[in-house]
């Protein structure tokens, strides 16, 4: 279980990641609507990142910036979690052989 919630935190973190580069490259387009990332609870454990248009088109480069280095913060925090389940897994199966 440990396993899928950190794969969708690592998936969401994905997208906020992939977000906020699309909102910093294409910032200075003509017309370009930025894109903001609602993040949900799954029922049974999980997040869900859904891709919207940010609703009153507020927002800043420097948001953006800050957006990546939590969801880069975030992706590893999972990564890590997912490595600790992994190892203690082994661990327990080396224990019982």
Known sequence: MI????LTGI????????VAANNIANASTP???RQSVIQSAQP???TLARVTAASDN????LDDQVNQLT????????VFSLKIAHDTLGTLLDQRA
């Open 31 to 33: 017309g370009f609507a």
């Open 11 to 18: 998936e969401a973190g994905q997208t906020r990641l992939a």
């Open 71 to 78: 969801a880069s913060y975030a992706v590893q925090a999972n």
């Open 44 to 46: 049974g454990g999980g």
């Open 58 to 61: 507020s927002g800043s480069l």
């Open 3 to 6: 396993e899928a919630i950190a």
